[in-house]
C-alpha cells in the first residue's frame, strides 16, 4: 500500500511540473499578445524540432568531433518528406517511428 508521504510528494511533484506548462495557455487566453511576439512564438515549434533532430542524429563524445549516427540520419529523410508534404506533425512521427524500427532491424 502507498504511504500518505509517497501519495502527497508525488502528488506534489505532479502539480508543479504541470503548472508552468499550463498556466501560461490560460494567461494568453486572457490577454491578447503583441502582434511581434505571436510572430517569434511562431517561430519556437520548428527551432525545438530542429534542435531535437540535431542532437538524436549526432553522438557527442568529449575528445571527439560529433558522429552521424545513420539509422537515425536515414529516418529522418522520409519523415522530412512526410511533415513536408501533408504537414501533419502525428503521421510524421508515426513515420519516423516505423523507419527507424525498419532500419535498426535491418542494419
Known sequence: MISAYVFWAIFLAALVTWIPRILPYFLVKLAKLPDKVVQFLSYLPITII???ILSS???????????????????????????????????????????????????
Open 50 to 52: 530542429f534542435a531535437l
Open 57 to 107: 542524429i549526432f553522438t557527442e563524445e568529449v575528445t571527439q568531433l560529433p558522429r552521424l549516427k545513420w539509422v537515425e540520419f536515414l529516418a529522418v529523410l522520409p519523415t522530412f518528406f512526410v511533415v513536408a508534404k501533408t504537414k501533419n506533425v502525428m503521421l510524421a512521427v508515426a513515420v519516423g517511428i516505423i523507419c527507424v524500427a525498419f532500419l535498426r532491424f535491418v542494419m
